[in-house]
């Protein structure tokens, strides 16, 4: 049932206007470009379908639209809907008028809409009224569904891993990404949905109320995500390039990564499993502690820039990750004794990673085994709750003055 008649009307007025438009344009020699789509699943056969590109040539074309008169009489209109304001944050760019935001987030997504549904620009009323009755869903419902997916890559999962807050690693469906964004085949990762380490996507999930102007933050969300699936799961683990966001289910908007999360270390594949899944969703909640915590801060940031770079930088980062996260002033060597205590099970393994440590930089052999142990110190320290009372609690190991602080990890296990 259409609530707004007159809002109706005008942007029924509108996209007429825009199909005359094109129309004119395609009898003029231009022509709507197909994509030929493979739709790839693993352990399943291939299949390919053409489909218009209309959101393309649309898009293309737009500009051409916003002088109108039929543009702005619809303009004028959506103004007037207070509920508008969150689609006009959608592809805002630099400071953009309140006219050039509804055209973008509202006025272009409703036109490409019912010209899919049209799969052309053959008109069809009820491909409008379908597309419209979907627009007044969202902006006249009690609240609105927030998504944002990336693609994920570098480890394999056999379930769905909640990560908390409306975040998890789940399965990708075949051709999911392509339905509502075309142009998915191309920027996802080379070979995303058929290699065993590339069917697994990052999701956000919100429930917003219906007075929110500002969608989340999910390129920040999901990079936090990314980071405690690194510490988790210790492996080659990237999302993006981009997000493909959506608002009450229709496409919403497509966002960078942050390029720490959209670059894939280099490694070997992983699996999350249950139990790893559970860390890293603990870790994500806790890497807020770093707001309040600088040193712990700079300790996430050079592990994690370590991942990607060579000898002798790849060392240098870790040794300051290390003096962040325990040397409190004291260095490294203070840092690399703390770590010895803190991980060590018996005096010579404690030994032996003191050795690794404190080579670091010194000892290419020993890289491998250090970079591990400076990703289970930040493990560690996450779970723990408070790096400087666990320093204090080493160091009265160290003296001989108190036990051995037990290991958060291995709690998590045995719960």
């Known amino acids: 049932m259409i609530r707004s008649q007159h809002l109706h009307r005008s942007l029924r007025c509108f996209c007429l206007g825009a199909f005359a438009v094109f129309t004119a344009d395609l009898e003029g020699g231009d022509d709507l470009p197909f994509a030929f789509e493979e739709h790839g699943s693993y352990g399943r056969p291939t299949l390919y379908e053409y489909r218009p590109l209309v959101r393309g040539f649309v898009e293309a074309r737009a500009d051409r639209l916003a002088g109108r008169e039929d543009t702005r009489a619809a303009l004028d209109d959506l103004r007037r809907e207070p509920a508008a304001?969150?689609?006009?944050?959608?592809?805002?760019?630099?400071?953009?008028?309140?006219?050039?935001?509804l055209f973008r987030s509202v006025l272009?997504?409703?036109?490409?809409?019912?010209?899919?549904?049209?799969?052309?620009?053959?008109?069809?009323d009820g491909a409008f009224d379908r597309a419209y009755v979907e627009l007044e869903s969202s902006l006249y419902g009690e609240g609105h569904a927030y998504g944002a997916v990336a693609p994920l890559v570098g480890l394999s999962a056999g379930a769905v891993v909640d990560l908390g807050d409306g975040i998890r690693v789940r399965a990708v469906a075949g051709g999911?990404?392509?339905?509502?964004?075309?142009?998915?085949?191309?920027?996802?990762?080379e070979g995303f949905g058929r290699e065993p380490d590339r069917l697994c996507v990052l999701e956000l999930e919100r429930s917003l109320p219906r007075q929110t102007?500002?969608?989340?933050?999910?390129?920040?969300e999901l990079a936090d995500a990314v980071t405690a699936l690194r510490l988790a799961a210790a492996g080659p683990i990237a999302a993006g390039p981009v997000l493909f966001e959506r608002l009450d289910w229709r496409p919403y908007g497509i966002r960078p990564v942050l390029p720490i999360s959209a670059t894939a270390p280099a490694g070997d594949p992983t699996r999350l499993d249950v139990f790893r899944g559970r860390v890293a969703a603990e870790l994500r909640e806790r890497l807020l502690l770093a707001d309040e915590d600088p040193d712990l801060g700079e300790a996430l940031d050079r592990w994690e820039l370590s991942l990607f770079q060579a000898e002798p930088f790849r060392s240098e980062q870790l040794r300051a990750a290390l003096t962040a996260a325990l040397g409190s002033g004291d260095g490294l060597w203070a840092g690399a004794a703390r770590a010895a205590v803190l991980l060590g099970e018996d005096g010579r393994s404690?030994?032996?990673?003191?050795?690794?440590?404190?080579?670091?930089?010194?000892?290419?052999?020993?890289?491998?085994?250090?970079?591990?142990?400076?990703?289970?110190?930040?493990?560690?320290?996450?779970?723990?709750g408070d790096r400087r009372s666990l320093i204090e609690l080493l160091d009265g190991s160290l003296l001989g003055v108190r036990p051995r602080p037990e290991s958060r990890l291995a709690l998590a296990a045995a719960r």
């Not at 999911?176 to 990762?189: D, G, K, N, S, V």
């Open 85 to 101: 304001a969150i689609f006009a944050r959608a592809h805002a760019g630099s400071k953009p008028s309140e006219e050039q935001a």
């Open 108 to 124: 272009v997504p409703l036109l490409v809409r019912t010209a899919e549904g049209c799969g052309g620009f053959d008109w069809d």
């Open 176 to 189: 999911e990404l392509a339905a509502h964004w075309p142009e998915a085949t191309r920027l996802a990762p």
């Open 213 to 220: 102007a500002d969608p989340p933050d999910a390129s920040a």
């Open 350 to 384: 404690r030994a032996e990673l003191l050795a690794r440590l404190s080579a670091l930089g010194k000892d290419p052999a020993a890289v491998a085994a250090a970079a591990d142990a400076v990703r289970r110190v930040l493990v560690e320290l996450l779970l723990h």
